[in-house]
């Protein structure tokens, strides 16, 4: 006998609750992954003795890792399931945490200490993609795909929270028990995780034809692009406000963060509704022209209030960006390949934030601090007229 499509569920707080039920893994996995974030470049640069430049690439190895691994968490949430995904998933976090254990035992060999690093980094990056996905398909086929502008924004919502929750953490744990601790956390946080998921029912595997991955990619591709243009702005904000502070003189470039942070959750959890209200294409347009009004600000700005205002603002706008758009390119993959294009639309993202540091860097050095964000503003605009673009042939058809 074939296994039963579980029933909807219906009242708002019943939905919302399903939901949390499951992107509580997506905050497992990204506490893990905010843990060592703020430490691991002090730790390979300081302790291990290798330069800044190998501490950044140690950092950048997991993203890259992720990126890579996208295709592949696409077809297993597709192929074997989503609750299966996210076991492997956790089950990597585990394996990740006791190689950073490890290597912290081999400081004395800072070479072999660093390839273990490296490998555990890589195996979180991988962690990363397939519970990222699994959650957002579980959670969609737990819901129905009506509501699938509030699962990605409950996803958003646990991964920002726990980075922002476990980035502070890891640098007391490092302080208190060394940086074998936080090897140790990770294994232990996971294995938790484990033992809750196992007997959490999953929905059942769609069957059918299932596209081609880079089919699949073709046709996310236009909603990825416009993705891309809009988030470049927060790989901007979040990479170089600290060093626009200083150049122009100003301190507390933390609070700008918390602005952009605090503004961006909020709207998620006040404004998801306006997605199924009046459309992700409508949602998309007024939140990018609201991030852009924000990074206009920040170019111009004459004070760090004006400069605070900018970064709310954008932070705001970007919120709703990623699921409003997500809505609509997920509408073109079937729902047997629904897991391969939430992993198409993701490389998009994690596109952005890999060429903001060095194409803003560019224009950092070349007309300073400020224009980054007037060029990231610009960036945005040419995302918003690709997603008018898209509406109005989304219209005629």
Known sequence: ???????????????????VSIVFYTFIAFLCIGLPIAVLPGYVHGQLGFS???????????????????????????????????IYGLSGIVLSGALTWLSTLMQHLPLLSLGILIVARLLLGVAQGLIGVGTISWGIGQVGADQ??????????????????GAPLGVL?????GFASLGIALSTLSLGALLLIRNKPSVPVIR??????????GRIAPY???????????????????????????????????????????ARLFFIGSINRFGGFKAAIACMSIETLGLVLLWLAPSTGVALAGAGLAGFGLSLVYPALGVEAIKQVPSTSRGAGLS??????????AI?????????????????????ALLSVSGLAVTVLLARRAAAQ
């Open 356 to 376: 903001a540091g060095p194409v803003m860097g560019a224009v950092a050095s070349n007309l300073g601090y400020s224009w980054i964000f007037f060029s990231a």
């Open 344 to 353: 198409a639309y993701a490389v998009f993202f994690d596109l952005a934030l």
């Open 52 to 86: 800044a430049v190998i501490a950044g690439l140690t950092i950048g190895s997991q993203y890259l890792a992720t990126l890579l691994s996208r295709p592949m968490a696409g077809r297993m949430a597709d192929g074997i399931g989503t609750k299966r995904s996210i």
């Open 1 to 19: 006998m074939s296994a039963q499509q579980p029933p909807r569920p219906t009242s708002n707080l019943t939905i919302t609750l399903q939901i």
């Open 208 to 217: 059918g034809e299932r596209l081609p991955f880079w089919a699949v990619f």
């Open 224 to 266: 990825g692009a416009s993705l891309t243009l809009a988030s470049i702005g927060y790989g901007t904000l979040t990479t170089f406000i600290t060093l626009f502070y200083l150049s122009r003189g100003w301190s507390g470039a933390a609070y700008c963060l918390t602005v952009f942070g605090t503004c961006f959750i909020l």
């Open 148 to 165: 699938t502008a509030r699962v990605i924004s409950w996803n958003g919502i646990a991964s920002y929270g726990a980075i922002a929750i």
């Open 173 to 177: 744990m490092v302080e208190d028990y």
